[in-house]
């Protein structure tokens, strides 16, 4: 469930990413604004192929939350350049991302024009996972073991600091250039360990009868538990249109609470509306996240500043990012709180 973005795309990229994503859908949405004229449009683009983090956007479409504050919202999968570029455009109002990803565009020359609206999960459960047989129970035994890397400055510097946290050497990791989408089947090849969520991927490992190995990142590292998905909000649409947009994330966030108080009935509906999915690994995987939506905050979506500093000053101080990111940039609670 990684997606490197992209960020600072030019106008002519950005038409042809409208033109895929929504050149095939203006038909049905003109036909659906009148049936129902009253209701005010609106497009939620995902950050990839659908999945549990997504479910209270599905539950709210399917049991009327969006059309009970007067919204008809569409969902719609991503370009592959990744929705933060539709969202800060206008073309989308609502998106998903990442804060590791938005750090780029919060950081360029021209800041992308687009905030974090709500946190999905208050935790971030990644790290890296490996079968038992390997013994790497800890960062530090990740040394002379084959890692599956995406190559960005990023994800090697977050390991690399992990492993020193605990006296390992990161030049003694065997670097393998490779895009973990499914971690059985990785770990089935010449990958000792692989970076994933563990709420999707470690899942389908237990599913697949795996002993694994998980090692959060957020457990080595305060900087590390960052935010990771979030709903994102074109920073326009935001400021002219507050009382829409607190009217879309209130329907969100009673689906998430939804999925939270109803698992297995929220994951019929997201296998409803993406019947590709595995039914199994969707129920196992909204059992795992009911739990973590919300976890330890007031409510759901809400941010906590010091993590989201400390991780964007953690980015800066290592010379990931190419200029500071000023302190509480592209987040806010203003449209979720109650």
């Known amino acids: 469930m990684r997606m490197v973005k992209k960020y600072g795309l030019c106008v002519l990229l950005v038409i042809s990413m409208v033109t895929s994503l929504c050149g095939c859908q203006t038909k049905r949405k003109a036909e ?11 497009t939620m683009v995902l950050d990839q192929s659908p999945n549990t983090n997504h479910t209270g956007i599905y539950v709210a479409q399917q049991l009327g939350y969006f059309e009970d504050v007067g919204l008809e919202v569409e969902i719609v999968l991503p370009p592959d350049e990744g929705t933060t570029d539709v969202v800060a455009s206008g073309t989308a109002e609502f998106g998903i ?3 590791e990803d938005l750090a780029e565009g919060f950081s360029a020359d021209n800041p992308v024009t687009a905030t974090a609206v709500a946190a999905i999960l208050q935790h971030n459960l990644q790290g890296i996972i490996s079968t038992k047989d390997k013994g790497i129970d800890s960062f530090k035994k990740i040394e002379d073991h084959s890692f599956a890397t995406n190559d960005t400055l990023m994800e090697q510097t977050i390991l690399r600091v992990a492993m ?3 006296g390992g050497d990161f030049g003694r990791v065997h670097l393998l250039s490779s895009f973990v989408d499914n971690a059985v089947d990785a770990l089935h090849t010449d990958i000792d360990c692989a970076w994933i969520y563990y709420g999707w991927e470690g899942i389908r490992c237990q599913l697949a009868g795996m002993v694994t190995n998980f090692v959060p990142f957020a457990s080595t590292n305060e900087a590390f538990d960052y935010y990771s998905p979030v709903i994102i909000g074109n920073n326009k649409f935001l400021s002219e249109q507050p009382d ?6 209130s329907a969100v966030k009673k689906g998430y609470q939804y999925a939270i108080d109803h ?4 994951a019929e509906i997201l296998c409803d509306n ?3 999915l595995d039914a199994q690994l969707v129920e196992k995987s909204q059992q795992y996240l009911k739990d973590k939506y919300i976890a330890d905050a007031a409510q759901f979506g809400v941010f906590d500043s010091d993590r989201w500093n400390t991780f964007y000053n953690w980015l800066w101080q290592n010379k990931i990012i190419p200029r500071e990111i000023p302190e509480n940039t592209g987040f806010t609670n203003e449209y979720i709180m109650d």
């Open 32 to 42: 659906k604004k009148s049936e129902n004229s009253s209701l005010t449009q609106l």
């Open 97 to 99: 991302d990442t804060q």
């Open 164 to 166: 020193e946290g605990e």
């Open 244 to 249: 829409t947009s607190r009217a879309f994330l």
């Open 263 to 266: 698992p297995k009935k929220a």
């Open 274 to 276: 993406a019947p590709e």
